[in-house]
């Protein structure tokens, strides 16, 4: 089982900053990739941005050039920095990652609880 816990969320004005963290805990062999995803309410969950463990990312175009990810692998931790916010940005974002089993090589995604952003215009 592997435990994802997000922090970071809030309120911010438009063309604001905040910066979302998710450490990952438990067991695994290994951690694949790690990403943010986010639902607006009303809305589909829709991919934000995921890194893999090499370094490789990938984005959404809606937030390409104002969203960094970023991670550490030895503290299995992910980032998440988003500048320029605007109130299109709000809503909950979630946590995810792909790990390899610690007892078989087995691939499994696990979300977290979610940590609410919060746009204002």
């Known amino acids: 089982q592997v435990r994802l816990v997000e922090s970071g969320g809030g309120l911010v004005q438009a063309g604001g900053s905040l910066r979302l963290s998710c450490a990952a805990s438990?067991?695994?062999?290994?951690?694949?990739?790690m990403g943010w995803h986010r639902q607006a309410p009303g809305k589909q969950r829709e991919l934000v941005a995921t890194?893999?463990?090499?370094?490789?990312?990938n984005y959404a175009d809606s937030v390409k050039g104002r969203f960094t990810i970023s991670s550490d692998n030895a503290k299995s931790t992910v980032y998440l920095q988003m500048n320029s916010l605007k109130p299109e940005d709000t809503a909950v974002y979630y946590c995810?990652?792909?790990?390899?089993?610690?007892?078989?090589?087995?691939?499994?995604?696990?979300w977290g609880q979610g940590t609410q952003v919060t746009v204002s215009s």
């Open positions: 995810t990652s792909r790990t390899v089993r610690a007892d078989r090589p087995v691939l499994e995604d696990y």
């Open positions: 438990g067991s695994f062999f290994r951690i694949n990739a």
């Open positions: 890194v893999t463990s090499g370094g490789t990312t």
